[in-house]
T-cell receptor, first 112, second 115 residues
Framework: AQRVTQPEKLLSVFKGAPVELKCNYSYSGSPELFWYVQYSRQRLQLLLRHISRESIKGFTADLNKGETSFHLKKPFAQEEDSAMYYCALNTPSGGSNYKLTFGKGTLLTVNP | NAGVMQNPRHLVRRRGQEARLRCSPMKGHSHVYWYRQLPEEGLKFMVYLQKENIIDESGMPKERFSAEFPKEGPSILRIQQVVRGDSAAYFC?????????????FGEGSRLTVL
């Protein structure tokens, strides 16, 4: 069965320090992975998707199929990065449709 | 585009009552997903609907829970005879393409408290 694991519930770093939010997945098919973010008092929104291989707000994430991981990284954390981060896996859901399976989330706090 | 609208934002029910949560997807979106977030837990998939069709209800509890997305009007998640364990935040998300791109647009959630 598909599963997304985010081992850290809480992560606290200082401004300017590197940050890595861990995500591991379990899936028998070809994985499509995403990071979603929820800032305080805002809606959950897409941050980035592995297929785009892009950097958003300084964040990158590389899919490592050997380690079944999709860790989110940023070299220099900013206070505005403080938020809840969810890793998500796209999985088949009836015919040619899909649904997202989410991890439990990691609350990142960037201290001044 | 106002985004995904959920109401009520907060709902309090006593055990045994019914809860109805509504979700209006973004304009032009015909795919709706419902997720539940229990305290200390992540988002758990409940059900995926298209207009007048339930596509995937593998995450719905077998009893007391139902969902619909009629041709006209919002999607409704209905919980009958609520129990304390139903207290949670219920999130709705919509998509124009059924998550094939992985991008879902979320509402602000409806927080159900069962007394």
């Amino acid at each position: 069965a598909q599963r997304v694991t985010q081992p850290e519930k809480l992560l606290s770093v200082f401004k300017g320090a590197p940050v890595e939010l861990k995500c591991n997945y379990s899936y028998s098919g070809s994985p499509e992975l995403f990071w979603y973010v929820q800032y305080s008092r805002q809606r959950l929104q897409l941050l980035l998707r592995h297929i785009s291989r892009e950097s958003i707000k300084g964040f990158t994430a590389d899919l490592n199929k050997g380690e079944t991981s999709f860790h989110l990284k940023k070299p220099f954390a900013q206070e505005e990065d403080s938020a809840m981060y969810y890793c998500a896996l796209n999985t088949p859901s009836g015919g040619s449709n899909y649904k997202l399976t989410f991890g439990k989330g990691t609350l990142l706090t960037v201290n001044p | 585009n106002a985004g995904v609208m959920q109401n009520p934002r907060h709902l309090v029910r006593r055990r045994g009552q019914e809860a109805r949560l509504r979700c209006s997807p973004m304009k032009g979106h015909s795919h709706v997903y419902w997720y539940r977030q229990l305290p200390e837990e992540g988002l758990k998939f409940m059900v995926y609907l298209q207009k007048e069709n339930i596509i995937d209800e593998s995450g719905m509890p077998k009893e007391r829970f139902s969902a619909e997305f009629p041709k006209e009007g919002p999607s409704i998640l209905r919980i009958q005879q609520v129990v304390r364990g139903d207290s949670a935040a219920y999130f709705c998300a919509s998509s124009p393409t059924g998550s094939s791109t992985g991008e879902l647009f979320f509402g602000e959630g409806s927080r159900l408290t069962v007394l």
